[in-house]
């Protein structure tokens, strides 16, 4: 069983939420609506969390590499 879990920012308002191999996405809760794709040339992102000031997105691979997004432009 492979485990993924999205992140929340600090207000709880955003959701990094995981896709397929190379994407994840910001979502707005309350709307209900992706507001930032996030893409590269990685694999399967199993862990997303924002950092503190909820200026990036950071996931965590399955291959054990991290990548790390800007929350506000992708």
Known sequence: CRGRAAGTDATGASVAAMGG??????????R???????????????????SPDGAYVVGGCEDGSLVRWNAKSG
Do not use: H, N, S
């Open 21 to 30: 191999p190379g994407e994840c996405a910001i979502w707005d809760v309350a």
């Open 32 to 50: 209900e609506r992706q507001t930032v794709r996030l893409t590269g040339d990685f694999g399967q992102v199993m862990v997303t969390r924002f």
